[in-house]
T-cell receptor
Framework: LAKTTQPISMDSYEGQEVNITCSHN???????ITWYQQFPSQGPRFIIQGYKTKVTNEVASLFIPADRKSSTLSLPRVSLSDTAVYYCLVDNYGQNFVFGPGTRLSVLP | EPEVTQTPSHQVTQMGQEVILRCVPI?????FYWYRQILGQKVEFLVS????????KSEIFDDQFSVERPDGSNFTLKIRSTKLEDSAMYFC??????????????FGPGTRLTVL
């Protein structure tokens, strides 16, 4: 059963690039890594998903090294509205979906 | 953009009572999920549902919990005899396929359950 660890919190300033790393040492061959964003009193919202190397979409990039034991979510030029909790999800097919503990990102003006 | 809806937004109940939380997944989705989030804690998986049966469940999803798709649109979570520790936000989610490339789980806004 893959478990994930993330920093509990991070602070950044508007316009900076933010990198949040998630460790998943026991990730299985068929597992994918997905990142979600959650604002208070709302459901998690999909950001990006990947299996290996690098994935980029309109809001973020996801870097996964060859051993896949970690992944890094990169948010370019954050704004105040990016203040949220960011969760790393590893798909344990046939077992349970495991959300990471979440990283509380605070973007300061 | 299609969205997952949940009702009610807030449910208050007495300990020992049964509650039913309702969800309407996105119409062309085939996989349905329930998660819960105790205040200040992480999102926890409860159960996934496909083709009218449970496909995966966590240790949290014990005999007090059940899920059902009573018709073509609703997906429900029933807690038979609520306990104080069931107080949490409950999120429903749906996806078109089992987690796969380009697939996404879409979450509803949640139902806040308060057990007194």
């Amino acid at each position: 059963l893959a478990k994930t660890t993330q920093p509990i919190s991070m602070d950044s300033y508007e316009g900076q690039e933010v990198n949040i790393t998630c460790s998943h040492n026991n990730i299985a061959t068929n597992d994918y890594i997905t990142w979600y964003q959650q604002f208070p009193s709302q459901g998690p919202r999909f950001i990006i998903q990947g299996y290996k190397t690098k994935v980029t979409n309109e809001v973020a990039s996801l870097f996964i090294p060859a051993d896949r034991k970690s992944s890094t979510l990169s948010l370019p030029r954050v704004s105040l509205s990016d203040t949220a909790v960011y969760y790393c999800l590893v798909d344990n097919y046939g077992q349970n979906f495991v959300f990471g503990p979440g990283t509380r990102l605070s973007v300061l003006p | 953009e299609p969205e997952v809806t949940q009702t009610p937004s807030h449910q208050v109940t007495q300990m020992g009572q049964e509650v039913i939380l309702r969800c309407v997944p996105i119409s062309n989705h085939l996989y349905f999920y329930w998660y819960r989030q105790i205040l200040g804690q992480k999102v926890e998986f409860l159960v996934s549902f496909y083709n009218n049966e449970i496909s995966e469940k966590s240790e949290i999803f014990d005999d007090q919990f059940s899920v059902e798709r009573p018709d073509g649109s609703n997906f429900t979570l029933k807690i038979r005899s609520t306990k104080l520790e069931d107080s949490a936000m409950y999120f429903c989610a749906s996806s078109q396929r089992r987690l796969a490339p380009t697939d996404t789980q879409y979450f509803g806004p949640g139902t806040r359950l308060t057990v007194l």
